[in-house]
DNA sequence: ACAAAAGTGTTGGAGGTACACCCATGT
DNA sequence: ACATGGGTGTACCTCCAACACTTTTGT
């Protein structure tokens, strides 16, 4: 079906909910060290409806784009970062989702994200806009009120995150290449918002094969310096839908 | 976005996976009696593309319609039932899911459901038309071609399925108000493909406060007549995503 | 009495949590 | 030497699979 100019029609628009992994205080490098936590970026709306507000990335699904790149090209547009992890998350589409008097109703097929935030165009602290004015990050924890629905949508997004990282292989998303099993452990502190036994959590992801090792270790620390490990391209990181039809190269079990 | 009349546009559509169990071979009441099995409505396209071929029940999104609303009549109006349960499946949006020479590029919201198959319209057997000529149920072992993607979105359907039986509640979608562990257990055994121990199972239930005994029992057997259970509403099903906000009633434990 | 399925008890292994302990390095 | 986090060993506990066993009905 093909809909009418001027009359009204159904759009159907993209958005992504972008996680990044920031120490709480930035701007105090000799601080107490608390857990870093949850970040995103939202970029504030220039029009009508909710013009002022802060809202998700995103926008029309463009004509000749697969929905992930819609989702991959406004995420390269907020953060300049391309995705370590991209799923589709939810079509939210019910009558309610746009205020009275807006021509059109709107379907958004919405996507969320994670990227490695030392590469993160390096954004200050709260609320502070990054050089694009429009965009800022805010944690998780003191989100502003958003327009439309993405309220709930954000809410959904962590409730999936915090589910995944138990029982899939995607915290390595927020680090770089190689970490340290204390940095991955931090990562699944933080989602999981509680302390993990170093103990156990090391032989957990080892027998996982999540991990290898690349042999090096850390320099320059006071102790002793552990080893970097290399996430394992050889085991999938999680069922990523119905396409991504599970890389398994050979690999020794 | 509104797109303009004539020109390629992007179609929004709703479809929708039906599941329903029924015995394998209903034409010989007193056959060996082999395990029920997962089967399937399809419909028979009409018109190019794919015209003859069979595919998913489904259509245009209407414009005053929420997702799961048209779902749920696209459901009704090829099974003349209600769904035990509705869940949205997955958004499908590749560029390359139309055939070459399509007019508008179509985006599937689609959703899976589960119905009594008792209260099914009796289809017969394998491959025969109801009423409606241009319905038909397949089992899920032998699907014939499907037109577009349909295939990948069936098998992914079953995937999820799969899935959720372990770990949620929603196998009783498939039986009556009341029925018996046993019946309960044949659903699970029929969904995973495996016979499950019967002791187990019981104690798994029961410990999961899913079901209520009745205090009634099934009467006519020729053995030790078991208790009826009907489903606990007071534990939710499962996440049906972010929508449907996790029906609480006060109740024990 | 017997068959058949309902329902109960008991055991052993797998996996996860808690925590004591040793190891390696810079200061 | 010692402080610090890296890394290992081990006991315990809980949950789950297997399977022997008892119970209750109709014939």
Redesign the interface.
């Known amino acids: 079906?093909?809909?009418?100019?001027?009359?009204?029609?159904?759009?159907?628009a993209v958005s992504t909910v972008i996680f990044a992994l920031r120490p709480d205080r930035p701007e105090v490098p000799s601080a107490p060290a608390s857990l870093p936590s949850l970040w995103l970026p939202l970029v504030r709306r220039i029009r009508p409806p909710y013009e002022g507000q802060w809202a998700l990335p995103g926008g029309?699904?463009q004509?000749?784009?697969?929905?992930e790149a819609s989702a991959a090209r406004t995420l390269a547009a907020t953060t300049a970062l391309a995705p370590n992890y991209l799923e589709?998350l939810?079509?939210?589409?019910?009558?309610d989702r746009s205020p009275d008097g807006a021509?059109?109703?709107v379907?958004s097929?919405v996507y969320w994200a994670l990227v490695n935030a030392d590469q993160a165009s390096q954004a200050t602290p709260a609320s502070v806009e990054t050089p694009d004015a429009n965009v800022a990050w805010f944690s998780v924890d003191d989100l502003p009120d958003l327009a439309f629905d993405h309220d709930?949508?954000v809410?959904?997004a962590l409730w999936r995150l915090r589910n995944k990282v138990e029982y899939s292989r995607i915290a390595h998303a927020f680090l770089g290449d190689t970490f340290t099993l204390a940095e991955l452990r931090e990562v699944h502190e933080a989602v999981l918002g509680r302390s993990l036994d170093p103990a156990n959590f090391r032989r957990q992801i080892e027998s996982s094969n999540a991990v290898v090792p690349t042999g090096k270790r850390v320099t320059g620390t006071s102790y002793r310096p552990p080893k970097l490990y290399r996430y394992n391209n050889a085991v999938d990181p999680a069922d990523r839908?119905?396409?991504a039809p599970a890389v398994r190269p050979a690999s020794a079990s």
């Open positions: 079906m093909t809909l009418h100019d001027d009359s009204p029609g159904i759009a159907l029309p699904l004509l000749d784009e697969d929905l589709q939810y079509a939210f589409g019910t009558l021509k059109d109703r379907v097929i709930v949508i809410e959904y839908g119905p396409l």
